[in-house]
């Protein structure tokens, strides 16, 4: 009896030798360990920022306020928003309990990747593309995010997976193809980008006509089960925040990013050394390509570069490129840098990991510091714990600004916000009603010391927007007969205490300051009692 050869132009997946099962079984936990460790490691020493502060806030809502919000906005967040509500009514809403599924979800990734390098090229190709998913910086700064994009990224490892598995022809995983792609879809729709580099990998690989049917048709399943977010997602659009344009250096930028997140993580010189590197590991993997298995390059390949070119061409018409939208490619790197590990000598092996080492662990420090995000929260909560006193009101400027007030109510609780008529919660939105003028001038008439915090965004509309409210509340304290007695400046925020100016004409005393009180600042150092405005400074945005 002969046995049945397969079609000619079906892949054929690497098996693994039973010697080595017992080894791989083992190294398989490696990825998923490293990965989770990683991601725990100073988890909650990151300020939350923007993005973050909005989770937050929704996963402290009602039931009914996530279902009025998600009919109003953010629809495209929503499966993560439902988690994360589910997560806070189980464990609470902090930092630590927002983040922790992310941590979670990059593990899931570094396994699933293990898993496929396995697939693809065997045991120590599996080893490799996990250990470096995992220890590659952007992984962890997104698992220490309180958003999706680890959630997309470990969907997009198990939906490639799914694909090669199914490539053989097998049913049930072209069937789990289809679940992978929806939820993916479900997650962010920009994960949907993914079925493009899916779609160059069938036509590289050809397999049979009777499997490109079926994974046509799975596809088309998980993109129909996307279809009603979409539609919602695009009425909703307005409610999507400013993205800059893309300009030729963009590639080259994401690139960069995919190693080491965000722009001031590394010095220069260590970004570098990381980029050159990284660029000899590719250009080592394209001279030695006829040693590498042809299955990892026609995978990995358009998985990095298909999503990029796509979501490049779109935001040419409609500015939509962000970075962040892409980490599920992170991956694709990954398994190409691990590819040309080991398709050179052990020497060339060890020279490209001690190159990559040095900055990987620089930048590792550098995403875990307090004022790593674009808003150093931290900085504001803090001075208000040791600073506030009974009777003080607040005052938010700039976009999401007022959001920070629900998702830290132990803060903000004896601190009345004087410029909300309306929360974002009980509009079922995610931005504050203002006061209008007279409710606000009433109020500010009454208050003996005010806190204004400004929230300052990348974006350039955000900013004017948020520089005209400024101006405008700072008009509305003065009128008001208070004047600036404090101010606190840390990465993407300022805060400035405001007090009546007494009659006498004698400089505004801080009670926080006063020796009656004798409160000390973090550094336990104290104000004298008529000491002008105090100004402090942290690292701008």
Known sequence: ?????????????????????????????????????????????????????????????????????????????????????????????????????????????????????????????????????????????????????????????????????????????????????????????MGLLLVAAHGVTVALLRPCRRVVMRLLLAQAAGIAAVVPLLVLGFSQRSAVGEAPPVTAGTPYGYFTWLLTPGQDTLPGALKLLLTLTALAAVALLIARRHKAPPLVLAVGVPWLAAPLLLLLAVSLGQPLFAYRYLLFCLPALALLLSVAGTVVPLSQQLLLGLLLAVPIAVSHLAVRQQDSRSWDTTAVITTLQSRAAPGDGVLFSGGRCGLIASAYPEVFAQLPDLGTDETAAERGTLDNRPAHRALLHGRLARAPRVWHITCWHLSSGARQAGARRTASQEQALTRAGLSPAYHHSARGLDITLYQRRPPTGRPPVDPSTDPGTASHDAQGSRTPPSAPVRRERGRSA
């Not at 499966?79 to 609470?92: D, I, N, T």
């Open 1 to 189: 009896m002969t046995a049945t050869s397969p079609h000619p132009t079906t892949p054929v997946i690497p098996g693994t030798p039973a010697g080595h099962a017992r080894w791989t079984h083992a190294a398989a936990w490696a990825p998923p360990i490293v990965g989770l460790g990683l991601g725990m490691w100073g988890i909650t020493g990151p300020s939350a920022w923007t993005d973050e502060i909005v989770t937050m806030d929704v996963a402290r809502r009602s039931g009914s306020q996530l279902v009025q919000l998600l009919g109003h906005a953010d629809a495209v967040h929503g499966l993560h928003y439902v988690l994360m509500y589910l997560v806070g009514q189980a464990a609470g809403v902090s930092e630590f309990t927002m983040r922790l599924p992310s941590a979670v979800a990059v593990a899931v990734a570094a396994a699933g990747l293990s898993w496929l390098g396995r697939l693809l090229g065997g045991p120590r190709l599996g080893l490799y593309a996990g250990l470096l998913l995992a220890v590659l910086p952007t992984a962890s700064r997104y698992a220490q995010e309180a958003r999706s994009f680890a959630f997309v990224m470990a969907v997009a490892v198990l939906a490639t997976g799914a694909l090669v598995k199914a490539l053989s022809g097998n049913a049930r995983w072209q069937a789990g193809y289809a679940v992978l792609i929806a939820l993916l879809g479900w997650f962010n729709v």
